[in-house]
């Protein structure tokens, strides 16, 4: 995949978004390097088989809509991303995050290989 840097995160990110907004913790998972550092609100972990519990324990109907705030090429194969979030819930309110995202390109995908979210205020 080729593009500008927007472009990349958008493209990564629609796919994570889709997993997630139809509750596929696999596929959610697919969007991650095999050694990615993940950290949700819970306790971190490492690799997909982390992202797939993460995910398959949040409720169904839990949804994703990201704003790209910043990005940076850190090197030819890695980008740094700056999202805002909101993840929107079936019973409660919507809960706005930050979310941090290094990607890194292997073969010819680029997947996430780094994810922090932080609640700020």
Not at 16 to 38: G, L, Q
Not at 82 to 87: A, I
Request: with cysteine; glycine share 10%.
């Amino acid at each position: 995949m080729t593009g500008t840097e927007d472009e990349i995160l958008r493209t990564v990110l629609d796919q994570w978004k889709s997993a997630v907004d139809a509750h596929d913790p696999r596929r959610v998972a697919s969007c991650f390097t095999d050694d990615a550092i993940f950290q949700g609100l819970h306790p971190y972990s490492i690799g997909p088989q982390g992202v797939a519990a993460y995910y398959d324990s949040q409720p169904i109907g839990l949804t994703a809509d990201y704003d790209i705030l910043q990005t940076r090429r850190l090197a030819e194969d890695v980008i740094l991303g700056y999202l805002g979030v909101d993840f929107g819930f079936t019973d409660r309110p919507t809960l706005a995050v930050n979310l941090g995202v290094i990607l890194r390109r292997v073969g010819d995908s680029w997947l996430i290989g780094h994810y922090q979210v932080s609640r700020l205020g």
